[in-house]
Nanobody
Framework: QVQLVESGGGSVQAGGSLTLSCAAS????????MGWYRQAPGEGREFVSN???????TYRDSVKGRFLISRDDAKRTVYLQMNNLKPEDTAIYYC???????WGQGTQVTVSS
């Protein structure tokens, strides 16, 4: 089993930046395909980005050009660099092992206008 712990959330003004981190521990089995999802108040959880073992990436359209996902396998950590943040990016951000269906506890990102 793998455990995922997110950090780096916070409150910023529109146009600001944050970098989220997702640190994994336990079984190394489940880290090939890692992703970030988010859930805004009153909304369902939505895909943000993922990064595969070969560092190929995918993004939802609304964050393309603003968010950058990366991984450091030596540190067992996945990052989500978020630039030019908008109020509609406000949500709880969750890290997930897509291949194993394991989720972190989430970290809050709040963007004020």
């Amino acid at each position: 089993q793998v455990q995922l712990v997110e950090s780096g959330g916070g409150s910023v003004q529109a146009g600001g930046s944050l970098t989220l981190s997702c640190a994994a521990s336990g079984d190394t089995h489940c880290q090939n395909n890692m992703g970030w999802y988010r859930q805004a108040p009153g909304e369902g959880r939505e895909f943000v980005s993922n990064i595969d073992h070969d560092s190929s990436t995918t993004y939802r359209d609304s964050v393309k050009g603003r968010f950058l996902i990366s991984r450091d396998d030596a540190k067992r950590t996945v990052y989500l660099q978020m630039n030019n943040l908008k109020p509609e990016d406000t949500a709880i951000y969750y890290c997930t092992s897509i291949q194993c269906g394991i989720w972190g506890q989430g970290t809050q990102v709040t963007v004020s206008s």
